[in-house]
């Protein structure tokens, strides 16, 4: 015990308070109870919970039916009518993302059907500069939009759907390899579900994602790989120093996405491609990518970057070629 508590207490201060809130399953508004909870009773329940690298907020969902009685042992008899979550903040930091999230769905979005928050809130990693990613479903909707704006402090990125316009965009997103929606549904916070939409949507949202994205067809294979021969060949031929960083950063996301391709994994952008290449064991790229940048020369990425081609099926240069699309 005395080593997990040392881990909080090394991963958020002793500036922490702790605690429980309930919110109705059928409803928005506000938390229709709240308590303070202690360390120590944090710590007893930690460990029944997936996310517990960095819980500021985690879902008593996520705790498998079994243990449930002894999460009840910790913190008391729980209401089944209502959704918890625990939530750790600064004691001099009065934002709570859920609540923020809650009050925007209460204002905006009364007669909603179903809402996910997602991104960082819900990974547990969320920082003061972090937004409120939510995905709203409302049943009478005249188009599909996304929205950014600002909610007690909180940068809020909205994405609102219909039922059929987010199985539209999934469908669309799936073909990409990039499902945003779909991860924020199936990995996100599941705040409000109305009529039993947001469970069901939640469930397909998982099976697509577990089933991975379409193969890959001979030709987006052949135009990856000649994309990233085409710039690995800029690489190799730098002769000015700053040249061959501005190379090797779009190198990194074309060999990072062919190796995903490969292996037929979701892609994404940004710090979403570097956390989808540590999922699938390919942290040489990135680490030999980040060699070069430290000043030790671009021979170790070179060597990384062939490797993922000769997996992908060589190098693609003589013979390549593409009819131009009818005007």
């Not at 990233?228 to 779009?250: C, M, P, Q, S, Y």
Request: charged share 30%; with cysteine.
């Amino acid at each position: 015990m005395a080593g997990d508590e040392d881990e909080v207490r090394h991963a958020y201060g002793d500036n922490i308070g702790w605690r429980l809130k309930g919110y109705s399953r059928q409803h928005n508004g506000a938390s229709i109870s709240e308590r303070e909870i202690t360390r120590e009773e944090f710590v007893r329940i930690r460990p029944f919970f997936d996310a517990e690298d960095n819980p500021w907020l985690v879902d008593l969902h996520q705790v498998v039916p079994e243990a449930w009685h002894d999460v009840e042992k910790v913190l008391g008899p729980l209401d089944p009518e209502q959704d918890y979550y625990v939530t750790g903040q600064p004691l001099d930091w009065d934002k709570d993302p859920v609540q923020a999230a809650r009050e925007v769905l209460d204002e905006r979005y009364p007669l909603a059907r179903a809402a996910f928050l997602g991104g960082s809130v819900a990974s547990g990693t969320y920082t003061a500069n972090s937004d409120l990613d939510m995905v709203v479903i409302v049943h009478d909707l005249p188009g599909a939009f996304r929205e950014t704006f600002v909610h007690r402090g909180w940068p809020v990125e909205l994405f609102c759907h219909t039922v059929e316009s987010f199985q539209d965009f999934v469908a669309r997103d799936t073909k990409d390899r990039r499902p945003p929606l779909l991860h924020m549904c199936a990995e996100g916070f599941l705040m409000l579900d109305a009529d039993g939409t947001g469970q069901r949507m939640r469930a397909e949202a998982r099976v697509l994602l577990d089933a991975g994205p379409p193969p890959a067809t001979t030709t987006e294979l052949e135009d990856r790989r000649y994309g990233t021969t085409d710039l690995l060949e800029d690489l190799i031929g730098a002769r000015d120093d700053d040249e061959l960083l501005f190379v090797a950063a779009r190198l990194l996301t074309c060999v990072g996405e062919l190796a995903l391709v490969v292996q037929n994994r979701w892609l994404g952008h940004g710090k979403w491609l570097m956390r989808r290449l540590r999922d699938a064991k390919e942290d040489e790229i990135v680490d030999s990518y980040r060699a070069l940048v430290r000043g030790e020369g671009p021979e170790r990425f070179i060597a990384v970057v062939e490797h993922v081609l000769a997996a992908a099926g060589g190098r693609m240069e003589d013979g390549y070629r593409r009819n131009a699309t009818p005007r």
